[in-house]
T-cell receptor
Framework: RKEVEQDPGPFNVPEGATVAFNCTYS??????FFWYRQDCRKEPKLLMS???SGNEDGRFTAQLNRASQYISLLIRDSKLSDSATYLC???????????FGTGTRLTIIP | EPEVTQTPSHQVTQMGQEVILRCVPI?????FYWYRQILGQKVEFLVS????????KSEIFDDQFSVERPDGSNFTLKIRSTKLEDSAMYFC???????????FGSGTRLTVV
């Protein structure tokens, strides 16, 4: 089983729609969770951390279910500028490295 | 906003040659990292560096790879004898604390021919 698993997509979504991404992780010792965004041939950039209670940042909402080892990201009122690859990332307690999923590619259609 | 700076942005090298990829981490960060991303694949951890020594490394980081912090600002990744399969984007990152607060550099695209 992959350490971090995501649906690769692509997701082609009309502007203004709501889109949701899911991610599962295999290591129950995972402690920190993140969503990163990566534009084509660019570096990953932190979109948001994911907290146990769930958290929201503007149009973005992240949820964590530790029991199911499942993380989600919801994007509301999608914009053309949201087109990117969204990376689910976890960090295991006591380790410094980040473990990345393969990413889900999102294209917002005008 | 502080940045992690990487040079060069693109390097082409012949198979078997040595390459050195350079990074300037954020000045008050203590942890430094190299990751790579083969085209179309996921970002993979190579190595972490703290207190002037390697603190963790992956299976990818074999004897062909080495890292160094030659002075107070630079952090380098050396590949001794490049192979075709070393072609990838190499990202440097730094963080103030291990595992959190990462900032990635814009990457060096390495092409081995």
């Amino acid at each position: 089983r992959k350490e971090v698993e995501q649906d690769p997509g692509p997701f082609n979504v009309p502007e203004g729609a709501t889109v949701a991404f899911n991610c599962t992780y295999s290591n129950s010792a995972s402690q920190s969770f993140f969503w990163y965004r990566q534009d084509c041939r660019k570096e990953p950039k932190l979109l948001m951390s994911v907290y146990s209670s769930g958290n929201e940042d503007g149009r973005f909402t992240a949820q964590l279910n530790r029991a199911s080892q499942y993380i989600s990201l919801l994007i509301r009122d999608s914009k053309l500028s949201d087109s990117a690859t969204y990376l689910c990332v976890v960090n295991v307690f006591g380790n410094e490295k980040l473990t990345f999923g393969t990413g889900t590619r999102l294209t917002i259609i005008p | 906003e502080p940045e992690v700076t990487q040079t060069p942005s693109h390097q082409v090298t012949q198979m078997g040659q040595e390459v050195i990829l350079r990074c300037v981490p954020i000045s008050n960060h203590l942890y430094f990292y190299w990751y790579r991303q083969i085209l179309g694949q996921k970002v993979e951890f190579l190595v972490s560096f703290y207190n002037n020594e390697i603190s963790e490394k992956s299976e990818i980081f074999d004897d062909q790879f080495s890292v160094e912090r030659p002075d107070g600002s630079n952090f380098t990744l050396k590949i001794r004898s490049t192979k075709l399969e070393d072609s990838a984007m190499y990202f440097c990152a730094s963080s103030p604390t291990g595992g959190n607060g990462y900032t990635f550099g814009s990457g060096t695209r390495l092409t081995v021919v």
